[in-house]
């Protein structure tokens, strides 16, 4: 889980003190590694991969989950919520799989979070035929790709401004999101197309 906030020593601490939360207080069973650190696919819907992020308001923290196809790093899944639940992971996949309706074996990839190895999770990835993939325990390098895109968006939008009210960083994320990085900001990885150039 990464910290939108900024650099600071006390964001530091406070990432830290939530992704140990999320990854090991609690007992659900934990999938293998499918990936291997091989983000590569030749075809959309064949590798995804999710992760939760935090952003400060004033009026407090707001979570956001996403899920990237990482054929073309397009965001095909997000949500926000003002609390850390499972329903927030649950219906970032539910856009995902209702945008994209995968074939049976695409495999999702996460960390170890409970959000992600809740039953309610691992029920909607069973019953549309998904593959469970997980990182190593604390390894950010495993879900490289998220975690790249949570530095983008820090970069090109969280850092740029303070904000006042979740609903503010709601509309920023959709404008963000399906305005700009879907649409038109370009990857080297993708031979400088946007995610959705480089699907076409």
């Known amino acids: 889980m990464r910290d939108l906030r900024g650099g600071s020593h006390h964001a530091t601490r406070a990432e830290t003190s939530i992704r140990q939360e999320g990854a090991s207080d609690h007992t659900f069973n934990i999938?293998?590694?499918?990936?291997?650190?091989?983000?590569?696919?030749?075809?959309?819907?064949?590798?995804?991969?999710?992760?939760?992020?935090?952003?400060?308001?004033?009026?407090?923290?707001?979570?956001?989950?996403?899920?990237?196809?990482?054929?073309?790093?397009?965001?095909?899944?997000?949500a926000i919520s003002n609390r850390l639940k499972k329903d927030l992971a649950v219906r970032a996949l539910n856009m995902a799989i209702a945008v994209r309706r995968p074939p049976k074996g695409c495999i999702q990839h996460t960390d170890r979070g409970s959000q992600y190895c809740s039953h309610d999770y691992q029920k909607i990835l069973r019953r549309n035929g998904l593959k469970v993939?997980?990182?190593?325990?604390?390894?950010?390098?495993?879900?490289?790709?998220?975690?790249?895109?949570?530095?983008?968006?820090?970069?090109?939008?969280?850092?740029?401004?303070?904000?006042?009210?979740?609903?503010?960083?709601?509309?920023?994320?959709?404008?963000?999101?399906?305005?700009?990085y879907n649409p038109r900001r370009r990857h080297s990885a993708l031979g400088w197309k946007s995610p959705s150039a480089f699907e076409r």
């Not at 490289?144 to 969280?158: G, M, Q, W, Y």
């Not at 303070?162 to 920023?172: G, H, K, P, Q, Y």
């Open 31 to 78: 999938a293998p590694n499918l990936l291997g650190r091989d983000f590569h696919a030749d075809h959309p819907n064949e590798k995804w991969a999710g992760d939760i992020s935090y952003i400060w308001t004033r009026e407090g923290w707001v979570y956001l989950a996403v899920v990237l196809d990482l054929h073309s790093r397009r965001v095909i899944g997000w």
């Open 133 to 180: 993939s997980m990182s190593g325990k604390g390894i950010c390098y495993d879900n490289s790709v998220v975690e790249t895109f949570f530095k983008t968006l820090k970069a090109e939008l969280i850092w740029r401004r303070s904000w006042s009210t979740r609903r503010d960083v709601e509309l920023a994320l959709f404008q963000y999101i399906n305005g700009f």
